[in-house]
């Protein structure tokens, strides 16, 4: 499964492993931020308050982006292991390995993706 069309699948699949635990430890760090904000205007100001929406907003904001980026990682992660990663999606011809070095993830060449 090694070096499929001048890819090193072993290196790959280590650098999608690598970015999907930083994904995960990424969202439990930042949980408390997801946490919806208190209303106790007697401890906590009005714009302390909002500032803290704020945070929260964005903290699910990016959440959201890196489950979506965790989504994408698992199904590559699947491609690898059944054989389809390296063919396009849609004409199934092979995407070129520079395309592939850029982000390991794409499903299609260019000429589909375009």
């Not at 959201?64 to 199934?92: F, M």
Request: aromatic share 2%; proline share 3%; with cysteine.
């Amino acid at each position: 499964m090694n070096d499929r069309n001048g890819l090193d699948l072993k290196a790959i699949r280590e650098i999608l492993e690598r970015e999907r635990a930083e994904i995960v430890d990424l969202s439990d760090t930042t949980e408390d931020e997801r946490r919806p904000v208190e209303l106790d205007q007697q401890s906590v100001g009005r714009l302390s308050r909002m500032d803290a929406m704020q945070v929260q907003a964005m903290s699910k904001a990016l959440d959201v982006r890196r489950q979506g980026r965790l989504v994408i990682i698992e199904t590559t992660l699947r491609r690898l292991e059944s054989d389809d990663y390296g063919y396009c999606e849609i004409c199934d011809d092979a995407i070129p390995a520079k395309r592939l070095e850029i982000d390991p993830s794409v499903r299609c060449c260019v000429k589909c993706a375009g």
